[in-house]
């Protein structure tokens, strides 16, 4: 089992900047692929970012590439989401994912970010 657990959430303005963490514990692999989603109120949980296991490949939801950089370190095993110009629809619950082959087996209870126009 893979425990997941995030950070970083909050409320902020519309334009500005968070950076989520996720910290992995438990039968922790280096070689898990990473990635982060989101769920706003009303809608279904979407795609945001994504990382394999050696950081040198990432992939991101069309709304939020060039705003968004997925990164880790593998020796804290933990993950990060730098998220800048927020806009008002990027308010969710933001959630960790991650898998031996694509981040969805185990998953974190999620942190809320809030950006206010």
């Known amino acids: 089992q893979v425990q997941l657990v995030e950070s970083g959430g909050g409320l902020v303005q519309a334009g500005g900047s968070l950076r989520l963490s996720c910290a992995a514990s438990?039968?922790?692999?280096?070689?898990?692929?990473m990635g982060w989603h989101r769920q706003a109120p009303g809608k279904e949980r979407e795609f945001v970012a994504a990382i394999n296991w050696n950081g040198s490949s990432t992939y991101y939801a069309v709304s939020v590439k060039g705003r968004f950089t997925i990164s880790r370190d593998n020796a804290k095993s933990t993950l990060y989401l730098q998220m800048n110009s927020l806009k008002s629809e990027d308010t969710a619950l933001y959630y960790c994912?991650?898998?031996?082959?694509?981040?969805?087996?185990?998953w974190g209870q999620g942190t809320q970010v809030t950006v206010s126009s």
């Open positions: 438990g039968r922790t692999r280096s070689r898990y692929a």
């Open positions: 994912a991650a898998g031996p082959t694509t981040p969805g087996d185990y």
